[in-house]
Structures are given as structure tokens and as C-alpha cells.
């Protein structure tokens, strides 16, 4: 077992992880809000929550992996104004807020399986969990939150180092927290928002502050503490939360188990704190807001597989920004085919118990990489370099390669060439026409007709079909 070193945003450090509970690994992990389709921005918090967790198994702990699904609670301007974001989806789609929870959420989960991304132990929904949420905000009523004509609200001048995770507290408080008359502190939050007099939401509940539904900041701390338990290891999502969300999230934590400051990081609920990167087009940072974003579908829709989006996440350190472009996505795609052609040789080729001493520094390096906070630029560079190994037994090989990519989670052996190779939707040709066209064009060159072979070219072109002569992987052709 390699040491393992992450990064914890709380601290603003790299730390040598140390569980809990010895041998054991608790994640737990901000899912999505299903109103609307993930974009592929979202999904890199997935795919990076998911290798971390491969991570953890590779280093021989036995985990537990928590993501919830939020279908309740989320307002539009992720404070503590405006509309509750499923209840503004259900009334544009005329529907009910059940039915748009399970549409979104189901798509979720499709997204999740075509990146490979493991199954977590528990998938937390939400609205399972509002009588917990009740309680947990009764026992903290008291000494920490006061209540207003719009619901109750969290002081956070009664717990310490508030806003330390964000390190963006100001005497105004932060920007995107919109003003509510009566807030004592500029930060504080809404734990639980009353419905309006007069309005009937499609969720809601009784409770000791009147009917209404629960903040969302208050699911997160009741669902990690009720499954993982205070303090557990690793809390992960998106750096966007680790601005408002997290450090309302801990504060609550603080106030459920102690008041204690958090220079002791297992006050805030977990020992660590981990976020990734946002991803990024030219345009700048990708949203929903338009009601335009990129879905992994357009991505599939365009002909490209959904693990070639997974390994181009992989190319660049989880907190690092990733520019997305479709040239890029390309990259990783033919990046991709050329790991899949080296391990289909070894594909009927039984694994290796013994070890092959060419390929160990290889596989050192490999855990070494993943040792340094989830270093997967260079974990890959390893993989290739043991596919690409020579006069070395293939079914050493063959060991080695399933070991690593039972991390990056490439499916190496479970993909051909061929699946990679996927059809754009808007493509009016068909692989039979385009194989006949070929066959032509091949006869029209070995007569050295290179009019004729030109014109089919061409012709295959406008019908969007890219012909690669020479393409030293063997894809004789893509439609673009």
C-alpha cells in the first residue's frame, strides 16, 4: 500500500491521508440537482470523484462511496432567494416535480454508466431523508439559527472560522448571497424556507417553523452524517461549492457535533476536503443558464465515445482548469484507439501471476503518480508505456494493464476499435455505402486513376465521411 497524499481545500495543503477507520475509506460526494441534463462540466466532478475512489481500492481500503441526488431544496441562485429549481422546471414542463426527478435523474445515471464510473455504495435521494433533516435542524435550533417570516435561518457568527474553506469572507459578505430582510449576518443561510402564505408547493412538509421544505445545504450534512457518520474521510464536488455550500454545510456540521474551531479539519464533519477544477470553452466557464450547454449526448451525437471525454478529464490534474474544444476531444479519442488496438493483442491472453521485472518500475510509477494527490497525466504516460512494452511476457502485461485501468477506468478490454468508431446522428450515409465507396476509391488509385479517386473523395466529403489515407491506426475513414 502506497501512501496516499491529496489535497485538502480546507486546509489549502497537501496532507498524507489517514482514515478514520483504519482500512476502511468513507467518500461521500455532492450529486446533482435533477431539474435539468448534467453538461460534461458536471461530469468531471464525477469522473474525478470516481478515480479517487478507484484510487482508495487500489491502495487497499475498503470503500464506501455516498452521492446524492438533490430533488429538493436547490433555489435558482443557490442561495436563499429565488425558486426552487425543480418547482420552476415542473411548471415550464407541465409536469410534476416527481415526474422531472425521475427523468433527470435517470439520465444521470445513463451518463454515469457510459463513463464508466462505479455504481457508489448508496445513492442518497434527497426527499428520503426530510423527517432526519427536521430533526437534525431541531437539535441545532436553539443555540445556532432564528427564525423569520420566510422560514429558518443559520447564524454563522456562533460557530468558528466560518467561511474558512472559501477564504472569500468579507464585512459584506459574499456576492451571490442575495439580501433578506431580518438576516442578522450577511452570510447567514436559510436551513429551512417556509412556503409563502397564500402558495402551495408541489414539496413540502410540516414542521416545528411551519410547512415548507428543507435548504440544501441542510441535506448534505444530514445524508453524509446519517450514512458515513461525523467525522468521516473525504468530501468531494465541484470548486464551485466550495465557495457557499461547503462552508454552509460545515457550519452546520460544527454545529450538529461541536463548536470547535477548524484548525482540527475533522470539526467540519470530514478530515478532507476535495474539489475539481471547472472545465472551460473558449467562451468561459459553461452553465445551463442559457438553456445551451454541452450534453455527453451531443458528444455521442457528433461521434464521439463517451470514454474519450473520460480520458481527456484524466489528461489534465482534477484541479487543474480543463479547456474543452472539440479538437481536443479528437486528441483524446485517437489517444484512446491506439490504447484499445495495443490491448486487444493481449485481449485472449490469460493474466500473469508473476510479475515481470521490466514492468515493475512501470507499475511504481504508476502508484507513485496516483500517490501525488491523484497525479493521472502521469499515470497514464505509465499505462502507455507498458502497452507499448516490448519482449516482455503478455500476460504479465496483461496483469499490469488490467490493474491500472481497473483505476483510470478506460475499459480497456472491454471496448474494440470498432465501438469507438460511433455514428453522428445527423450523418445520411451508411458504413455499407461508405465501404463500397472506399472499395472503389482503392481500385481507382491502384489504376492510378487519381481523378476518379479524388472525385469519390470529395463526394464522401460533402456527405460528411473524412477519409484518412495512411492512418497509421487503421481508421480508414471517420464521419465528421
Same mark, same amino acid.
Given at each position: 500500500?502506497? *501512501?496516499?497524499?491529496? +489535497?485538502?481545500?480546507?486546509?489549502?495543503?497537501?496532507?498524507?491521508?489517514?482514515?478514520?477507520?483504519?482500512?476502511?475509506?468513507?467518500? +461521500?460526494?455532492?450529486?446533482?440537482?435533477?431539474?435539468?441534463?448534467?453538461?460534461?462540466?458536471?461530469?468531471?466532478?464525477?469522473?474525478?470523484?470516481?478515480?479517487?475512489?478507484?484510487?482508495?481500492?487500489?491502495?487497499?481500503?475498503?470503500?464506501?462511496?455516498?452521492?446524492?441526488?438533490?430533488?429538493?431544496?436547490?433555489?435558482? @441562485?443557490?442561495? %436563499?432567494?429565488?425558486?426552487?429549481?425543480?418547482?420552476?422546471?415542473?411548471?415550464?414542463?407541465?409536469?410534476?416535480?416527481?415526474?422531472?426527478?425521475?427523468?433527470?435523474?435517470?439520465?444521470?445515471?445513463?451518463?454515469?454508466?457510459?463513463?464508466?464510473?462505479?455504481?457508489?455504495?448508496?445513492?442518497?435521494?434527497?426527499?428520503?431523508?426530510?423527517?432526519?433533516?427536521?430533526?437534525? $435542524?431541531?437539535?441545532?435550533?436553539?443555540?445556532?439559527? +432564528?427564525?423569520?417570516?420566510?422560514?429558518?435561518?443559520?447564524?454563522?457568527?456562533?460557530?468558528?472560522?466560518?467561511?474558512?474553506?472559501?477564504?472569500?469572507?468579507?464585512?459584506?459578505?459574499?456576492?451571490?448571497?442575495?439580501?433578506?430582510?431580518?438576516?442578522?449576518?450577511?452570510?447567514?443561510?436559510?436551513?429551512?424556507?417556509?412556503?409563502?402564505?397564500?402558495?402551495?408547493?408541489?414539496?413540502?412538509?410540516?414542521?416545528?417553523?411551519?410547512?415548507?421544505?428543507?435548504?440544501?445545504?441542510?441535506?448534505?450534512?444530514?445524508?453524509?452524517? @446519517?450514512?458515513?457518520?461525523?467525522?468521516?474521510?473525504?468530501?468531494?464536488?465541484?470548486?464551485?461549492?466550495?465557495?457557499?455550500?461547503?462552508?454552509?454545510?460545515?457550519?452546520?456540521?460544527?454545529?450538529?457535533?461541536?463548536?470547535?474551531?477548524?484548525?482540527?479539519?475533522?470539526?467540519?464533519?470530514?478530515?478532507?476536503?476535495?474539489?475539481?477544477?471547472?472545465?472551460?470553452?473558449?467562451?468561459?466557464?459553461?452553465?445551463?443558464?442559457?438553456?445551451?450547454?454541452?450534453?455527453?449526448?451531443?458528444?455521442?451525437?457528433?461521434?464521439?465515445?463517451?470514454?474519450?471525454?473520460?480520458?481527456?478529464?484524466?489528461?489534465?490534474?482534477?484541479?487543474?482548469?480543463?479547456?474543452?474544444?472539440?479538437?481536443?476531444?479528437?486528441?483524446?479519442?485517437?489517444?484512446?484507439?491506439?490504447?484499445?488496438?495495443?490491448?486487444?493483442?493481449?485481449?485472449?491472453?490469460?493474466?500473469?501471476?508473476?510479475?515481470?521485472?521490466?514492468?515493475?518500475?512501470?507499475?511504481?510509477?504508476?502508484?507513485?503518480?496516483?500517490?501525488? *494527490?491523484?497525479?493521472?497525466?502521469?499515470?497514464?504516460?505509465?499505462?502507455? %508505456?507498458?502497452?507499448?512494452?516490448?519482449?516482455? @511476457?503478455?500476460?504479465?502485461?496483461?496483469?499490469?494493464?488490467?490493474?491500472? *485501468?481497473?483505476?483510470?477506468?478506460?475499459?480497456?478490454?472491454?471496448?474494440?476499435?470498432?465501438?469507438?468508431?460511433?455514428?453522428?446522428? $445527423?450523418?445520411?450515409?451508411?458504413?455499407?455505402?461508405?465501404?463500397?465507396?472506399?472499395?472503389?476509391?482503392?481500385?481507382?488509385?491502384?489504376?492510378? @486513376?487519381?481523378?476518379?479517386?479524388? $472525385?469519390?473523395?470529395?463526394?464522401?466529403?460533402?456527405?460528411?465521411?473524412?477519409?484518412?489515407?495512411? %492512418?497509421?491506426?487503421?481508421?480508414?475513414?471517420?464521419?465528421?
Amino acid at each position: 500500500m502506497t *501512501d496516499l497524499r491529496l +489535497y485538502n481545500s480546507l486546509t489549502r495543503s497537501l496532507e498524507e491521508f489517514t482514515p478514520v477507520h483504519p482500512g476502511e475509506a468513507r467518500v +461521500y460526494t455532492c450529486g446533482p440537482t435533477v431539474y435539468n441534463y448534467p453538461h460534461i462540466g458536471n461530469m468531471r466532478a464525477y469522473v474525478f470523484a470516481d478515480v479517487l475512489g478507484r484510487a482508495l481500492s487500489f491502495n487497499g481500503y475498503k470503500l464506501t462511496h455516498v452521492i446524492n441526488i438533490t430533488d429538493v431544496g436547490h433555489l435558482t @441562485d443557490d442561495a %436563499d432567494a429565488g425558486e426552487d429549481k425543480m418547482e420552476k422546471m415542473a411548471r415550464q414542463q407541465a409536469q410534476s416535480i416527481w415526474e422531472i426527478a425521475k427523468h433527470y435523474t435517470e439520465a444521470y445515471w445513463a451518463d454515469i454508466r457510459a463513463l464508466n464510473i462505479r455504481e457508489p455504495a448508496k445513492w442518497s435521494i434527497a426527499t428520503d431523508y426530510v423527517p432526519q433533516m427536521i430533526e437534525f $435542524a431541531t437539535s441545532i435550533a436553539n443555540k445556532h439559527c +432564528y427564525e423569520l417570516e420566510s422560514g429558518l435561518y443559520f447564524d454563522v457568527s456562533t460557530v468558528s472560522d466560518y467561511g474558512r474553506l472559501a477564504r472569500a469572507v468579507t464585512e459584506e459578505g459574499e456576492g451571490r448571497i442575495e439580501a433578506v430582510e431580518g438576516k442578522r449576518n450577511a452570510a447567514d443561510f436559510a436551513i429551512w424556507r417556509k412556503t409563502p402564505t397564500g402558495e402551495k408547493r408541489q414539496m413540502e412538509w410540516d414542521s416545528p417553523w411551519g410547512r415548507g421544505a428543507p435548504g440544501w445545504h441542510l441535506e448534505c450534512s444530514v445524508m453524509s452524517g @446519517d450514512l458515513l457518520g461525523f467525522p468521516f474521510d473525504i468530501h468531494t464536488g465541484g470548486i464551485d461549492h466550495r465557495e457557499i455550500h461547503h462552508p454552509n454545510e460545515i457550519a452546520q456540521n460544527q454545529a450538529f457535533c461541536c463548536t470547535n474551531g477548524l484548525d482540527v479539519p475533522a470539526n467540519s464533519g470530514a478530515r478532507v476536503w476535495m474539489h475539481n477544477n471547472f472545465l472551460v470553452e473558449r467562451s468561459g466557464k459553461m452553465s445551463k443558464s442559457s438553456g445551451e450547454f454541452l450534453r455527453l449526448q451531443l458528444l455521442i451525437d457528433r461521434g464521439y465515445h463517451p470514454l474519450a471525454y473520460r480520458l481527456m478529464c484524466l489528461q489534465a490534474h482534477y484541479r487543474s482548469e480543463l479547456e474543452f474544444s472539440w479538437e481536443n476531444l479528437g486528441a483524446a479519442l485517437t489517444r484512446l484507439k491506439r490504447m484499445i488496438m495495443a490491448a486487444e493483442r493481449l485481449r485472449d491472453v490469460a493474466p500473469a501471476e508473476q510479475a515481470h521485472p521490466k514492468l515493475a518500475p512501470m507499475l511504481d510509477t504508476f502508484a507513485a503518480a496516483l500517490a501525488d *494527490d491523484l497525479n493521472t497525466p502521469v499515470a497514464l504516460t505509465a499505462l502507455e %508505456d507498458v502497452l507499448a512494452a516490448k519482449k516482455v @511476457d503478455a500476460g504479465a502485461k496483461r496483469a499490469v494493464v488490467e490493474r491500472m *485501468d481497473a483505476v483510470l477506468g478506460l475499459d480497456l478490454f472491454g471496448k474494440t476499435r470498432v465501438d469507438m468508431r460511433l455514428r453522428p446522428k $445527423a450523418a445520411d450515409i451508411t458504413e455499407s455505402e461508405i465501404e463500397a465507396a472506399l472499395e472503389r476509391r482503392k481500385a481507382a488509385r491502384a489504376e492510378k @486513376d487519381f481523378a476518379t479517386s479524388d $472525385a469519390l473523395r470529395d463526394e464522401l466529403a460533402g456527405r460528411g465521411v473524412e477519409v484518412m489515407d495512411g %492512418d497509421p491506426l487503421g481508421w480508414e475513414w471517420k464521419l465528421g
